[in-house]
């Protein structure tokens, strides 16, 4: 019933194909993803997940994150409002149906930047995106990019280091994923992004020119 119900869901979602962009946290996802927006500002359209962690320095709630208290994050999971949704260092992280039909109602092509749990859950569903996978050089280049970020405590990311090893090794699994995409230097990183999405990016364009 709850996969049928998705099946359903999806299947009326029209619009063009979206995107899911996964990786360890400091791979370089939001780097690369600010890139791609700012050059095709007019063709993505980034579905803004939900937290219940306190905003950075710099972030905005609406853009960044959907900043939300627990208890009301988790009666929307409750509601199935949520395509997604995960446990991650005692804050709760999720995609609501809302943010992807928001994006794809407009003829842009969706961006979700989701873990992995969040990819095995989709991949379970109709939505039939492209699946990216932004992976770090090492573990010692992903230590240094955490550290130098100094935004929490040791235990917290020594957490997200652990999290980032199993990810690195799934991200393997053939058929995880469309493109597996190694950002050692960023601006290489950034062509094979777009070279990959480069199809699905003319579509939208040719679609916008003939309305």
């Known amino acids: 019933m709850y996969m049928r119900y998705f099946s359903r869901l999806f299947s009326a979602m029209a619009g063009p194909r979206p ?19 700012k050059e095709y500002d007019s063709v993505f359209g980034f579905s803004v997940s939900h937290t219940t962690r306190k905003p950075r320095p710099g972030e905005v709630n609406g853009k960044d994150y959907h900043y939300v208290t627990r208890e009301a994050m988790q009666a929307a999971i409750d509601g199935d409002e949520f395509i997604e949704n995960a446990e991650f260092s005692g804050n709760l992280y999720g995609t609501s149906k ?7 109602a407009k003829n842009l092509i969706c961006i979700l930047d989701i873990d992995m749990q969040g990819v095995r859950n989709i ?81 939208v364009k040719k679609i916008s020119a003939s309305s």
């Open 19 to 37: 995107v899911v962009l996964s990786g360890p946290s400091g791979a370089g996802k939001s780097t690369l993803l600010k890139k791609l927006m």
């Open 123 to 203: 991949k379970r569903t109709d939505l039939n995106p492209i699946y990216i996978s932004i992976q770090p050089p090492s573990m010692d280049v992903l230590e240094k990019r955490l550290r130098d970020r100094n935004t929490e405590c040791e235990e917290s990311l020594q957490k997200r280091l652990n999290i980032a090893k199993v990810d690195m090794e799934l991200s393997k699994e053939p058929g995880m994923f469309d493109v597996v995409i190694i950002n050692d230097h960023l601006d290489v990183a950034y062509v094979q992004l777009k070279e990959t999405l480069l199809q699905e990016i003319n579509s």
């Open 98 to 104: 809302a943010a992807v039909q928001d994006v794809q």
